[in-house]
């Protein structure tokens, strides 16, 4: 984040973890009450994107899991798709 409280990085590029702690940041930044009403708006927006970003890097992941299924002895036998709801 600059000085100005924008981040400038753009959130395609950030992990999941970047995202959050920048999100954090601005969340302890808001709640401090220092920041001027333009600048609260400002990290408001983009904290709401990053909020966005983490949620869709978050089902993404979820996508991606796999359930192991067992057979009736109780080995893993494979793995289906992890449905989501």
Do not use: P, W
């Amino acid at each position: 984040m600059n000085e100005t409280g924008k981040d400038t990085k753009d959130l395609s590029a950030l992990s999941f973890e970047e995202a959050m702690a920048s999100l954090e940041q601005i969340v302890a930044k808001l709640e401090s009450g220092n920041a001027s009403l333009e600048q609260s708006i400002d990290l408001y927006t983009r904290g709401t994107q990053l909020k966005a970003h983490c949620e869709a890097k978050l089902k993404d992941a979820q996508a991606k899991i796999e359930k192991i299924t067992l057979d009736d002895s109780g080995a893993a036998a494979g793995t289906q798709t992890f449905e989501v709801e």
